[in-house]
């Protein structure tokens, strides 16, 4: 195989490996704590028995299930600076969410919206307290209904407290919402009041509920959408529950120190954070019309008659944004899924963070990276384009055995060998280099897919959006003619006439290929191709005038 072919297979299998990542995301993924469970194969189990803490057990039967119609009562908005919310007075749910900070996919002027319980998308925040199955007090669980004093609550200050209230039986509930200004991290709080002569007992529990829909689904471009569970004493601790693996294998009963669980989907997620020192019990499983939750328990909490406790736990709900998400719990930034790749890319996000705080603009900074990526693999370019230009060099003598042995392969072959041993030519040696930049450019490649400062991100001229595909095309345009470029500096003597006729179409299945590709990610292409033209056109000139042998 000549260097020419493998550059262009290099080419072929990035494209290829991003193209087919859906795969790996889609894949069923065998949870080891989840086999132990009661979990059945092969079908859903009807009823989950969730270990509870050291101080009892707690029956996920008592968590109810949603019902197809999702029951709505009176309804509260809530807003701060960053988040506009609408609680329902029906379990004391956050129904809808919008970010005010970030402009909606279609019409950036509205703010984007995260969350509903009505339309295609349903996708909701719920919690309440799960009691034992003989528990002779009630607690209210995420279908009981609460009173509150006004419908309408707006910050004004540093925080904002939504107190809602239920009672029944002796035992006065207050669970109350309190956000912080400039934070997507909401504290739930409930404070139960035992007004009766016996002991109540209960866990908090928490679970996010929503569909498939997702109206931002890109058909070119996969990203995963559904929930995930970190367990940080795990061995695989951050791992995808998948909507379609949920149809088949719930997870239950599964205990974790700490720990987290979240939906997410490109951009941005909902999560929900319990005290990172307690024992939790986490489940995902379907509850009917084609919705899916996933949840914690939290540990028992006893409070005696007469007496008051607390049970506390966190939603965070918005963009994911690395510095923000490492702060609220370990693991939980890892929600920006980089795969395999995140050990590299996790350090070319922050230097590409770094860049733009000094020039401002973020395709700038894009431009910037692979510069400065260019930079660093100078060295190793330079040897593979060397390699090529060489065999270039040496193309009319490869022209002139094809001609005379094309038709016995053998002996062409051991002709072109000895013609490599005499002018010194190593046919591969451009082929290591290329394969290690390559987890390098993959690991940038999702960096700029993943990055929520990409999203509606402004570049300059006609692109105003670098988390969009170019409206005009002209970028796809521009990197299938640099491949064409690239490829005339490449060697073909050594292929015969089937194999140059395919390599002639690849730029312009690349370019039909990259016209869906966010405009960010065909801008680093571009100025990579570029710069790959730049330095094997020096190279290939240098060593045809001689200058270099």
């Not at 939603?315 to 590299?344: F, M, N, R, S």
Request: proline share 5%; hydrophobic share 45%; aromatic share 12%.
């Amino acid at each position: 195989m000549n260097m020419k072919s493998f550059w262009w297979l290099a080419l072929a299998f990035t494209l290829t490996w991003i193209w087919l990542q859906w795969t790996q995301f889609s894949a069923p993924k065998v949870d080891p704590l989840a086999q132990s469970s009661s979990a059945v194969q092969g079908q859903v189990a009807p009823a989950l028995d969730v270990p509870g803490a050291n101080t009892g057990v707690v029956s996920n039967s008592a968590v109810p299930t949603l019902q197809n119609v999702v029951e709505q009562g009176s309804r509260i908005k809530v807003t701060t600076d960053t988040l506009d919310l609408i609680i329902d007075t029906v379990g004391g749910d956050i129904r809808e969410a919008r970010l005010l900070e970030y402009g909606g996919s279609k019409d950036h002027t509205q703010p984007f919206q995260l969350m509903s319980d009505s339309g295609a998308l349903i996708f909701m925040a719920q919690n309440g307290i799960a009691t034992q199955p003989k528990a002779t007090l009630p607690a209210p669980n995420h279908k009981a209904r609460y009173t509150v004093e006004k419908s309408e609550y707006i910050i004004s200050g540093d925080t904002l407290v939504v107190p809602m209230t239920w009672q029944q039986d002796g035992v006065k509930v207050t669970k109350t919402y309190t956000f912080k200004k400039g934070d997507y991290l909401i504290t739930v709080d409930y404070k139960v009041e035992n007004q009766t002569d016996q002991a109540w007992s209960g866990s908090l529990y928490s679970q996010l509920v929503r569909n498939r829909f997702n109206p931002d689904d890109n058909f070119m471009m996969y990203t995963y959408t559904g929930p995930v569970l970190y367990d940080g004493n795990a061995e695989e601790k951050y791992v995808k529950h998948s909507f379609d693996d949920l149809t088949t294998q719930e997870i239950v009963g599964r205990n974790v120190t700490g720990g987290w669980a979240a939906m997410i989907q490109q951009y941005f997620l909902a999560a929900l954070v319990p005290n990172q020192t307690a024992q939790n019990v986490y489940y995902a499983k379907p509850v009917g019309d084609d919705r899916f939750a996933v949840g914690l328990v939290e540990p028992l909490v006893e409070v005696a008659p007469g007496q008051v406790g607390t049970l506390s736990s966190q939603i965070y709900i918005g963009p994911e944004k690395q510095d923000v998400l490492a702060e609220i719990a370990p693991g939980l930034e890892l929600t920006i899924d980089y795969g395999i790749l995140t050990i590299l890319a996790e350090p070319l996000f922050w230097i590409l963070a770094q860049i733009y705080a000094l020039v401002g603009n973020w395709g700038v900074a894009i431009i910037l990276l692979t510069l400065l990526i260019k930079l660093v693999f100078y060295k190793l370019s330079e040897t593979s384009y060397r390699s090529m230009a060489r065999l270039k060099k040496f193309q009319p003598k490869l022209q002139q055995l094809k001609e005379n042995y094309g038709d016995d392969k053998v002996i062409f072959q051991q002709k072109m060998m000895k013609l490599y041993k005499e002018e010194k030519i190593n046919p591969l040696g451009g082929c290591l280099p290329i394969f290690i930049q390559m987890p390098v450019f993959i690991a940038l490649y999702w960096v700029l897919l993943y990055s929520v400062e990409m999203r509606q991100a402004p570049f300059m001229l006609w692109i105003e959006d670098l988390s969009a595909q170019d409206p005009y095309f002209i970028l796809p345009v521009i990197m299938g003619i640099t491949m064409f470029i690239q490829q005339k500096l490449n060697p073909s003597a050594m292929m015969d006439e089937t194999q140059q006729k395919v390599m002639k179409l690849l730029p312009f299945i690349f370019t039909i290929f990259f016209l869906w590709f966010p405009a960010g990610l065909v801008l680093y292409w571009v100025v990579n191709n570029i710069l790959s033209v730049a330095q094997q056109w020096y190279i290939t000139k240098k060593i045809e005038a001689g200058e270099e042998k």
